[in-house]
């Protein structure tokens, strides 16, 4: 018999979480103003937006629809947050996907803006590129960390930082 999906999805979002909160936890207060360019994104909201990626796999799964115009962000009070909400969004993230069906990640998922559909795809296909949109999220945060000398810590094997194995 086949793995559900469901725990498809639970096993390759754990297998970013240890790395993803050692980066949260490392993020500094001096450090999220920083923009590597005009264009770009401060820190902080880059932060902000990694901590709350899994959440949006449980409002994938639990609700069918997310409108930008209505989600609420997280508001951040100080970097000490960051690890903490991520841990809140994993949990959320986890429970929807031990609970979720197959045929219910076959139904339909839509990003909305104001009501108005900006996209609609399967929710298995919508929590398999939120996890990717999280790992390139990190991957960008990094980046971010390395500019202003914030040890990155090891993710797929050691990094400059952190040369163990373990």
């Known amino acids: 018999m086949n793995e559900p999906l469901g ?4 096993s390759q979002l754990d297998a970013e ?9 490392r993020i500094t207060e001096e450090s999220l103003q920083f923009k590597p360019t005009d264009k770009a994104m401060p820190m902080k909201s880059l932060a902000i937006t990694v901590s709350e990626i899994p959440r949006w796999i449980a409002s994938i799964i639990n609700q069918g629809d997310i409108d930008f115009a209505t989600y609420e962000r997280f508001k951040m009070n100080s970097v000490a947050d960051l690890p903490e909400h991520f841990d809140e969004c994993l949990a959320q993230a986890r429970e929807a996907l031990k609970k979720v069906s ?5 139904k339909d998922f839509s990003l909305k803006m104001n009501g108005q559909i900006l996209s609609t795809d399967s929710k298995k296909n919508s929590v398999d590129s939120t996890i990717r949109h999280l790992v390139h999220h ?9 500019t202003n000398n914030i040890p990155i810590p090891k993710i ?10 373990q």
């Open 7 to 10: 725990q498809i999805y639970l």
């Open 17 to 25: 979480a240890q790395a993803t909160r050692k980066c949260l936890e």
């Open 102 to 106: 197959d045929e219910d990640l076959m």
């Open 138 to 146: 990190r991957g960008q945060l990094t980046v971010y960390m390395r």
């Open 156 to 165: 797929y094997g050691p990094s400059g930082d952190d040369q163990s194995w």
